[in-house]
């Protein structure tokens, strides 16, 4: 297990009653990257994220986040959007900024202003009132506004409009301390590929491709969003 890396696992196993979510998954992802965690559906991507930000526990095998098995250790330097917003709809932005504040240290709340001032997203507007798009970005820029070391995104944006998506890749995914890794969860490759650097691919709970996306195109010749489309063909 190399303790360096922000993720290393080896044979990870998550089992639901029947079901083997996780199958032996062994991987190590560098610090300093933006990782992309890409399967089909089913593959296991969430029940991963929720393993290393602690959410699960696994069945079997060994996991290390930050050089630490998962707990109170390595909460403190997960950032985790998970898949369903976990916010209460009733809170105005300017409540939740408060509440982030207040909960985590390494919260830089200068930097989520500025960032919801850009997108025009107004304070005093409660989260029930907001399209689903901009209920995603509140909570995007709350997530990559704390100073961690992960930053866990399962499932970013997939509501946000095409014409934002590519100034929330650049301003908000792409704006993150340099030696923090961010680990984003997406069906949406064509559009995220620009700003990942490295990729997974994971099929039936275990790893079955990992690369650069230089690599991928250099050696192949094709984007990562075709060689995801020939790996998983239906
Ligand atoms: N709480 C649960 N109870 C039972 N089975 C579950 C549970 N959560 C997930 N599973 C099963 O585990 C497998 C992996 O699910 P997971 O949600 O991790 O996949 P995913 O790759 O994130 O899928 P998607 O791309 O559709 O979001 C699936 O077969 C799913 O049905």
Redesign the pocket.
Known sequence: MNRDAIISCQGLQKR??Y?L?LNGLTLEIPRGKIVGLL??????????IKLVSGLLTPTAGQLLVGGHRPGMESKRIVSYLP?RTYLNDWMRVEGILEMFSDFYPDFNEAKARDMLARLGINLKDKLKTMSKGTKEKVQLILVMSREAELYLLD?PIGGVDPAARDYILDTIISNYSENATVLI?T?LISDIEKVLDEVVFIKN?QMVLQSSVDDIRASRGISVDQLFREEFRC
């Open positions: 639901y009653s079901k979510a399967g089909p559906n089913g593959s296991g991507k969430t029940t991963f898949e499932e969860s069906h709970g």
